[in-house]
């Protein structure tokens, strides 16, 4: 078994991933909404943000061949459950049927008071996608 991290932040990794005889397994670290250069989109707009949460995900698996039917779990973490359920329908709009198992956890805040969600997700994919890693 080998493990990579990748695109290495100065105190994590945002995608790692852990290769095997014939697949490898994707580990993306918590997305949250805002751009690559750092900057918030949608404060205040948990639409938005699950919207920017998710189109950083994709770009994640991309980054390494995988997509979103590749995702075998998901953890979110959300400062607002019930906003959260109210919004949830974006989240169709990236992952498809079979949805894959997803834990949800209300929390009293995440790294910025200004992030309203943030979704950790975990993708297997045969090794001869496996692409950057």
């Known amino acids: 078994m080998f493990c990579r991290a990748i695109n290495g932040k100065p105190i994590y990794s ?9 697949h490898a397994r994707v580990i993306l670290a918590g997305q949250v909404s805002a751009r690559p250069d750092g900057e918030l989109v949608g404060k205040g707009d948990m639409t938005v943000q699950i919207r920017q949460v998710c189109e950083s995900i994709r770009a994640g698996l991309d980054h390494v061949g995988a997509t979103f039917r590749d995702v075998v779990r998901t953890v979110t973490y959300t400062v607002d459950v019930p906003e959260y ?3 949830q329908g ?24 200004d992030f309203l969600v943030e979704i950790e997700a975990e993708a297997v ?7 950057n890693a």
């Not at 994919?125 to 692409?131: D, H, S, T």
Request: hydrophobic share 45%.
């Open 85 to 87: 359920f109210r919004c």
């Open 125 to 131: 994919i045969p090794l001869e996608r496996l692409r």
């Open 14 to 22: 945002s995608v790692t991933v852990v290769k095997a005889t014939d």
């Open 90 to 113: 974006v989240r169709l709009e990236y992952f498809a049927a079979p949805l894959p198992p997803s834990t949800l956890l209300g929390v009293s805040r995440l790294a910025d008071p």
